[in-house]
């Protein structure tokens, strides 16, 4: 039961209207049961892993809240050894089988590590992140322990966030868990049109891209040169509508409910560095990394006898945390590598702050600061989309022909079997959409349509747009949402 679904639309039509039938206490009851109702759907057996997890971390959490010293550390350690072990033994561990089997054999030895046959439960990786961010508030920030298993149940399992986030804190989510909402016709409205924003970016121009970059990328070495070109392109704009679409359904699924998620995208594109761009890309795990990951290594480093942080420190801290966040995203090296470039671009930023400065003087662009502005998203966007080759790659060998594909001079697109009018009306909707986004563009667009008498009616007419392509133009039986997968 996709978001792109029509079997997720009723669905969701019949929680909106149960929800706010019912009194507060049956309603909470129901929201939990829709949350295991949708879970289920994608693989049943796996709700056995959700229920767990959420009863393991509810008693945790009450006992960490009760217990001080030694007491309470091995309560939180333990329940942390817990979460993390469920998670690298459904995700990661024939990833390390294989690793570990073609390390003894480099040694000669015919051992071969056992693999396990199970699949990776959907959106593992997501709500076990969430599980951690509660026990270590509990245990780290004195937040206290939630005193209703059904209360903590919901906030782990809400059915809009559970697959692919927002990845939520405690503080922000369990007060609103325990409001007893009433119904807002401004809220449904609000929602439902962030739910139909985030249909168009999946639907209709994630979807429409996918279908050239599939044929691309899925067969490394076919294409040169163009098509290459435009696949790698697209892809980027493919992942990022594909993300940001989801969780635009997510936050107006909640909307709609009632609750407020947090923002998950800010138009990372527009970004004027790579630090630029990771505050404004998945910004709820790019914030759970530096608040939880970062300090903790920070903690870790002194606590095992190092001397105060250094910029030094710090550096080899992200260069470590963007390996982690690689491998969060993927068992595989790939993404390891893609983690590890984005560190790398970070790391190497950080190094060379004066000397681009002194270059930029060189250059005069100190006095030509839009001209540099523009310089800097420019070089900061094709960094990103070089690291995207290695994240949608499925392995080193395929991204070498990718990449040496790239430099063909061939320009000719044939071979490519693509609707040349979806393209362009995914071209132009993602545009509408950007200047929808930009607040200086779009005040603008608005003041000139004001002008001609239409203004009141330019933001309807632009959802009436969106409603219209999706119709004619959206893909709905094709791609699943590609942060799925994590």
């Known amino acids: 039961m996709f978001f792109n679904s029509i079997s997720f639309f009723v669905f969701l ?101 056992p693999y396990l046959s199970v699949l990776l439960p959907i959106g593992l990786s997501f709500y076990t992140f969430q599980s951690l961010s509660y026990l270590i508030e509990v245990y780290v920030n004195d937040y206290p322990p939630e005193g209703s298993f059904l209360q903590y149940a919901i906030y782990v399992s809400f059915f809009p966030q559970i697959i692919a986030g927002p990845i939520e804190r405690p503080q922000h989510m369990l007060p609103q868990y325990k409001a007893d909402l009433t119904y807002s016709y401004e809220n449904v409205i609000a929602g439902g049109k962030q739910v139909v924003l985030g249909l168009v970016k999946k639907a209709v121009i994630a979807d429409t891209l996918a279908s050239i970059v599939g044929q691309v990328y899925d067969s490394p070495g076919t294409y040169s040169g163009l098509p290459v070109i435009m696949a790698t392109y697209f892809y980027a704009f493919q992942i990022y509508y594909d993300f940001a679409g989801y969780s635009d359904i997510a936050i107006g699924v909640a909307r709609m409910l009632g609750f407020k998620l947090m923002n998950n995208f800010d138009r990372p594109y527009f970004s004027k560095s790579i630090s630029d761009f990771w505050k404004r890309w998945h910004i709820s795990l790019t914030s759970w990394f530096r608040d939880y990951l970062l300090l903790g290594l920070e903690y870790l480093y002194v606590a095992l006898g190092g001397e105060s942080i250094t910029k030094a420190r710090v550096l080899v801290n992200i260069g470590i945390i963007f390996l982690i966040s690689g491998l969060w995203h993927g068992a595989s090296w790939t993404f390891v590598f893609w983690g590890a ?58 991204a070498a022909k990718i990449l040496q594909s790239l430099i063909s001079l061939d320009c000719s697109i044939t071979g490519i079997s693509y609707n040349k009018l979806e393209v362009i009306i995914a071209l132009i909707t993602m545009i509408i959409v950007e200047i929808q986004a930009a607040h200086l563009f779009r005040d603008w667009f608005l003041q000139i349509t004001a002008r001609s008498g239409f203004g009141k009616y330019t933001p309807g007419m632009i959802y009436l747009f969106y409603a219209l392509v999706i119709v004619l133009f959206g893909h709905f039986t094709v791609h699943n949402f590609i942060y799925f997968q994590f």
Request: overall charge positive.
């Open 13 to 113: 039509a019949m929680v909106v209207a149960g929800y706010f039938a019912l009194r507060y206490k049956s309603r909470m009851r129901m929201l939990f049961l829709a949350n295991l109702y949708f879970y289920m759907v994608f693989a049943p057996q796996n709700v056995i892993v959700l229920l767990v997890l959420i009863t393991v971390d509810y008693w945790a959490g009450r006992l960490i809240g009760s217990s001080k010293g030694r007491k309470q550390a091995v309560f939180f350690w333990s329940a942390v050894g817990f979460n993390i072990g469920v998670l690298a033994v459904f995700k990661y561990y024939n990833f390390f089988a294989e690793n570990a089997s073609f390390i003894l054999a480099l040694f000669h030895q015919k051992y071969s590590v």
């Open 341 to 398: 470039l984005h560190g790398f671009y970070l790391i190497l930023s950080a190094m060379t702050g004066k000397a681009r400065e002194k270059f930029a003087e060189f250059l005069h662009l100190n006095k030509a600061p839009k001209l540099r502005s523009v310089f800097a998203g420019l070089l900061t966007f094709h960094l990103v989309v070089f690291s995207w080759i290695f994240f949608r790659s499925s392995n080193f060998s395929n």
